[in-house]
């Protein structure tokens, strides 16, 4: 199982089971991190100091950058469990397998309590030298004690939670018939340990052996739950990866109980106990589909034009009248609700202070100029002069020449300053020579119109600002 939520390192691996409705978890990849995760309440906790790259030596790396690997442990598998005396929950990690040349210990084990203020610390008793073990495989938590089990040997090796002493249970006596990977789990309340048999890469066999009697060391004993041939199956294909036991549960209420198991290709199967060549009743496979899931809600919003046509004039707008105008339609207030809209109003609204400032004529006869920027923020309709009309030049380095009537004015809106302009044509320019504004005065005349002469004159006059 894959899941995907807020972990640093994308998507993440369960590594327990679920303990009181806590999970084990680590991010795929090298640097894998790991994490205890409710997935009930969403709670996540990332241990400190668990970035693989530093504790896991690869071999090939020495090879491939010609330098001295630094001292490391090559396997340090994880573990979860309770300590019921003290309510603690405690995070375990065995460091086993050193590649330093001697100068590692052998085995060490560090525990880390939730919810404390200290980070890892050594157990309270070291892994006697006899313990000097190769373990790849996670822990499994039951009845107080992590099992943890030796990849070389076979070998079992407990931790008491409480305690944190170690001890060990009975070696698994199928070590020669096991070609395959040997895995620890926990079945119906017991300690069991399973593996499968492979003929060209498919998965024919699965055994699955229990441990008896965990709690009196002298009568533990190891003795096989159940061997599910898989050889004569039909439609063995799915099988081709590996076969894990899930649980088990009671099947027909009856007292025959039955065996859940999961495999590589996303199947769930169900296994009588007892019936060792029985066709397999499938609980779960995957169903394939190209049915798109659909779109985000922000990308249905801004997919159409007219809603993008009108972010980009909502957005300079202030935040009062976009709240107003949210409730024209729905379509508007999904998209002034939409995080791509509030970051760039956020951006634009900001940006008022720095565009260059728009004078709008309120009355002209009295010389009177409104900011746009102030009638949006204060809201008020600015109010258009109804009376003769007048012409108004296109700005020139801050001055305008508006002509009203037959009068003509050379005026400022900011500083609301103005000077008379004599009657006829004019015209702003401006004198870069001299760093002056000019205003020409052109006065045409008809001398004769039979012989159409005419006097025509350009006077030049500097308007101060």
């Given amino acids: 199982m894959l899941m995907r939520d807020d972990f640093s390192g994308g998507f993440a691996s369960p590594v327990t089971k679920p303990l009181h409705g806590l999970l084990l978890i680590r991010?795929?990849?090298?640097?894998?991190?790991?994490?205890?995760?409710?997935?009930?309440?969403?709670a996540v906790l990332a241990l400190p100091d668990t970035k693989i790259s530093w504790k896991i030596s690869c071999k090939y790396m020495g090879y491939l950058t010609g330098r001295a690997?630094?001292?490391?442990?090559?396997?340090?598998?994880?573990?979860?469990?309770?300590?019921?005396?003290?309510?603690?929950?405690?995070?375990?990690r065995l460091f086993s397998d050193p590649d330093d040349g001697g100068c590692l210990a052998a085995t060490?084990?560090?525990?880390?309590?939730?919810?404390?203020?200290?980070?890892?610390?050594?157990?309270?008793?070291?892994?006697?030298?006899?313990?000097?073990?190769?373990?790849?495989?996670?822990?499994?938590?039951?009845?107080g004690l992590l099992y943890f089990l030796c990849s070389d040997s076979f070998d079992v090796i407990t931790l008491d939670v409480g305690d944190e002493t170690f001890g060990s249970a009975p070696p698994l006596p199928f070590a020669k018939e096991a070609a395959g990977d040997v895995s620890l789990t926990e079945l119906d309340g017991c300690l069991c340990a399973y593996y499968t048999e492979y003929y060209r890469f498919v998965c024919k066999v699965a055994h699955v052996w229990r441990l008896r009697d965990h709690d009196d060391e002298a009568a533990a004993r190891w003795e096989q739950l159940c061997r599910v041939d898989m050889a004569a199956w039909p439609k063995a294909d799915w099988l081709s990866l590996d076969v894990d036991p899930l649980t088990i549960h009671d099947g027909g209420g009856g007292g025959e109980k039955k065996i859940i198991f999961r495999t590589g290709a996303c199947r769930v199967f169900a296994m009588d106990l007892g019936c060792a060549g029985a066709t397999p009743e499938i609980l779960l496979k995957p169903e394939r589909?190209?049915?798109?899931?659909?779109?985000?809600?922000?990308?249905?919003?801004?997919?159409?034009?007219?809603?993008?046509?009108?972010?980009?004039?909502?957005?300079?707008?202030?935040a009062r009248s976009v709240l107003e105008l949210s409730l024209?339609?729905?379509?508007?207030r999904a998209m002034v609700t939409m995080k791509r809209f509030i970051r760039?109003?956020?951006?634009?609204?900001?940006?008022?202070?720095?565009?260059?400032?728009?004078?709008?004529?309120?009355?002209?006869?009295?010389?009177?100029?409104?900011?746009?920027?102030?009638?949006?923020?204060?809201?008020?309709?600015?109010?258009?002069?109804?009376?003769?009309?007048?012409?108004?030049?296109?700005?020139?380095?801050?001055?305008?020449?508006?002509?009203?009537?037959?009068?003509?004015?050379?005026?400022?809106?900011?500083?609301?300053?103005?000077?008379?302009?004599?009657?006829?044509?004019?015209?702003?320019?401006?004198?870069?020579?001299?760093?002056?504004h000019v205003v020409l005065h052109i006065l045409f005349r008809w001398r004769d119109f039979e012989t159409r002469s005419y006097d025509l004159r350009c006077m030049a006059m500097h308007a101060r600002r």
């Fill in 27 to 42: 991010t795929l990849g090298h640097a894998g991190v790991y994490y205890v995760f409710n997935p009930c309440t969403r």
């Fill in 69 to 92: 690997r630094p001292p490391a442990y090559k396997n340090v598998p994880y573990g979860l469990g309770y300590c019921s005396a003290t309510g603690e929950y405690k995070v375990v």
């Fill in 108 to 143: 060490r084990c560090e525990v880390f309590v939730l919810d404390a203020p200290a980070c890892w610390r050594p157990t309270a008793q070291q892994l006697p030298p006899e313990f000097a073990v190769e373990v790849h495989s996670p822990a499994v938590f039951l009845n």
């Fill in 289 to 318: 589909s190209l049915v798109p899931v659909g779109r985000t809600v922000e990308e249905a919003v801004f997919s159409s034009p007219a809603n993008r046509a009108w972010s980009d004039v909502l957005k300079w707008l202030p």
């Fill in 328 to 332: 024209v339609c729905r379509a508007w």
């Fill in 344 to 436: 760039s109003h956020a951006v634009h609204a900001n940006m008022i202070a720095k565009h260059p400032r728009i004078k709008l004529v309120m009355d002209f006869a009295a010389g009177e100029f409104a900011d746009l920027d102030d009638l949006i923020i204060s809201g008020n309709r600015p109010k258009m002069g109804t009376c003769t009309p007048f012409i108004c030049s296109p700005p020139c380095h801050g001055l305008n020449l508006r002509s009203y009537g037959s009068s003509h004015f050379v005026f400022n809106p900011y500083e609301k300053d103005e000077i008379c302009a004599p009657a006829g044509t004019v015209a702003l320019g401006y004198d870069a020579a001299t760093g002056r």
